[in-house]
């Protein structure tokens, strides 16, 4: 595959010992470009995720209804149903894991409020840089630690509409 399409990660990779963090979480992309697919497949496996891919909704639906997956990566123009297309289909389905979009489109108005209605976790211009890729991943596949990270470091109010008495339960 030629990666010279996409941007490399910013650090440096060694051809030899590097070590990745191996995490059980499975990613479904789904392209009908299988240079993209091949990209963000090979991506994932370097941040240590284990991932899958289809070309299209279709095959992505049968794929989440064989095989477990913790997110679906998939792009927006596709010939046979677009990226939100498949959403609405995981949607109905029961399929509620996070979502990144991917786009070679302009970011319009109409696309990200079609998205934010979609509840796309995050959306990614393409060509993006592997980092960019594995921190989105991240960032939505373990949110509680970004929060719990941003709560260690603010100190949280009772606000007006709770008594002095009353304690505040935060549930993730």
């Known amino acids: 595959m030629n990666l010279d399409l996409y941007p490399e990660p910013s650090g440096e990779i060694e051809a030899s010992g590097n070590e990745t963090l191996e995490t ?9 470009e299988e240079s993209m697919r091949e990209y963000a497949v090979e991506a994932l496996a370097y941040g240590g995720y284990q991932a899958g891919s289809v070309n299209g909704g279709q095959a992505a639906i049968q794929a989440l209804r064989e095989e477990h997956y913790d997110m679906v990566l998939t792009d927006f123009n596709m010939p046979n149903g677009s990226g939100g297309d498949l959403i609405i289909k995981m949607h109905a389905e029961g399929f509620m894991m996070p979502v990144i979009m991917m786009t070679g489109a302009a970011m319009t108005k109409e696309l990200l409020t079609l998205t934010k209605m979609l509840h796309v976790g995050s959306i990614l211009q393409k060509p993006f840089k592997i980092d960019e890729l594995l921190d989105n991943v991240e960032r939505l596949l373990h949110p ?7 709560l260690a470091h603010h100190e949280v109010s009772a606000g007006p509409d709770l008594g002095a008495s009353e304690s505040r339960k935060t549930s993730f």
């Open 144 to 150: 509680v630690r970004e929060v719990s990270t941003d």
């Open 24 to 32: 059980n979480h499975r990613i479904l992309v789904v392209d009908d």
